[in-house]
């Protein structure tokens, strides 16, 4: 059983709260939040009494970030792996000017060659006021993230749920005025669109909603050549628009499902799963933890938090050093007497052999003169050997009527090479035929007498190769 995870959801007028434990390869909600609170300023002694009142197992969180803090601005760099990808997002932001700002990559797709980064941005100021005002009620913020990750999260664990396993999970997200549309295909957020979702119910703000709804199923469709998911997630708030499932359903053929319940054991949060899902998904990728070819990162932290990260990793780093530089000093303290003890042992073990080595060397040395003597003889041999298959070549090749009246071969190579043919050129061609007999070239000019030419040749005598 896994260590319980807390997520929390803080704002002036509301405050949710999870507390999820893995079990046995699976998850449980231990227990749930979720409260609506009267009008006025959050502090640390309002924070302190609702957290006394939950009733939690310990003071380690993770904290949502509101809609309305990020901002989302959309980028073009080169497509490259995700740390490079990462890499040159954050140099386009600051040399946008945006470079104090806590950034995430939301989504991103590849067109022309050229990957399309969805980023969301986050004051820094705005994330260390709500983590120090966690702090000041007593309680540790892990690390912070978005809405959208959480519920990327949440899908993902109930692929099979809602629709075919085989199939994307969709969903459609209102909180803070804000609507977010997405796709999730296995872990991975492969369509996102976010529009403003003020002034609900309004009729025209409905229609707003669903003309916005209606655009991004024409460009899901038109990005992925896919079918779109028959039922759509309906998470968040939904107390003020009661209708909108129905109009969906008429306008589009799709069907809103508004969860009343989960795969996670334990508690049944029952209605409350809707506005749940993001904290309950960001629970399950903190019992998760890291994985090879996983999503995007999700976790952000404060300026104060990365220093603090980083001068943890610094003490520990120091102190593995340390440790590691102790036990390098015993292991030497240790190997020097040994090395001492064997050396002495060495040095008395050769004083009594020295006359058997000597004699030893000798030996050698008398071998390795005479193996010279044999590798210089076995060179003369191969270099002969190849001259004698050369001739044979040769006598083999030659055209009729050909004959050789000289010849010359140092060291392999054919220094003069004279003869008589009835014809040159045929005799070349002949001689192009067979691979160890390519390197001869014509030298000099060709003369005639009576019915023969006169040629002569060199070249260098190549190894003997398979024959045409």
């Not at 969301?120 to 913020?141: C, M, N």
């Not at 409905?206 to 998470?235: I, M, N, Q």
């Not at 049944?268 to 799963?273: A, F, I, M």
């Amino acid at each position: 059983m896994s260590k319980p995870v807390i997520v929390i959801d803080c704002q002036p007028n509301r405050f949710c709260a999870v507390e999820v434990r893995g079990k046995n390869n699976r998850a449980e909600l231990v227990r749930f939040v979720l409260r609506d609170l009267p009008p006025g300023e959050m502090t640390p002694d309002r924070l302190r009494e609702l957290w006394q009142q939950a009733n939690f197992t310990k003071r380690r969180v993770i904290l949502v970030l509101p809609n309305r803090w990020v901002k989302y601005r959309t980028i073009r760099v080169p497509d490259l792996p995700g740390p490079q990808r990462k890499a040159a997002v954050r140099m386009e932001l600051e040399s946008g000017g945006d470079g104090r700002e806590k950034f995430l990559i939301v989504h991103h797709r590849v067109l022309d060659g050229l990957a399309q980064v969805r980023v969301a941005l986050l004051r820094d100021d705005l994330l260390q006021a709500q983590v120090q005002l966690l702090e000041r009620s007593g309680l540790k913020v892990c690390w912070s993230g978005l809405r959208n990750q959480g519920i990327r999260s949440f899908l993902h664990f109930h692929r099979g749920f809602l629709n075919d396993s085989n199939q994307a999970e969709a969903y459609l997200d209102l909180a803070d005025e804000r609507a977010e549309f997405g796709v999730v295909e296995g872990e991975e957020l492969t369509y996102w669109r976010d529009f403003r979702a003020e002034n609900l119910p309004r009729d025209e703000a409905l229609a707003d909603l669903l003309e916005e709804f209606r655009l991004s199923l024409a460009a899901y469709r038109a990005e992925t050549g896919k079918p779109f998911p028959p039922k759509v997630w309906f998470l968040g708030n939904d107390a003020s628009l009661p209708d909108l499932p129905d109009k969906l359903k008429a306008e589009f053929g799709i069907e809103l499902y508004r969860p009343g319940q989960s795969c996670l054991g334990g508690v049944l949060p029952g209605r409350h799963t809707a506005g749940l899902a993001p904290l309950l998904g960001l629970a399950l990728e903190q019992i998760a933890g890291p994985r090879r070819n996983g999503p995007e990162e999700t976790r952000i932290l404060s300026s104060k938090q990365e220093s603090a990260l980083n001068q943890r990793r610094t003490l520990r780093i120091a102190g593995q050093f340390g440790i590691s530089l102790l036990i390098l000093a015993l292991g030497l303290g240790f190997g020097w007497q040994a090395s001492r003890e064997k050396r002495a042992r060495m040095n008395s073990w050769l004083q009594a052999r020295l006359p058997r080595i000597q004699n030893i060397r000798q030996a050698e040395q008398r071998f390795r003169r005479n193996e010279a003597k044999v590798r210089a003889l076995e060179k003369w041999l191969a270099a002969q050997g190849r001259e004698l298959d050369f001739l044979l070549l040769l006598q083999q090749n030659l055209p009729p009527e050909s004959r050789i009246t000289d010849l010359m071969i140092e060291n392999g190579v054919v220094k003069e090479l004279a003869g008589s043919t009835p014809s040159v050129s045929r005799l070349l061609e002949a001689l192009q035929r067979v691979p160890a007999l390519r390197g001869l070239r014509l030298k000099g000019t060709i003369t005639r007498d009576a019915d023969v030419e006169w040629f002569h040749l060199e070249g260098i005598i190549a190894e003997r190769g398979p024959q045409p």
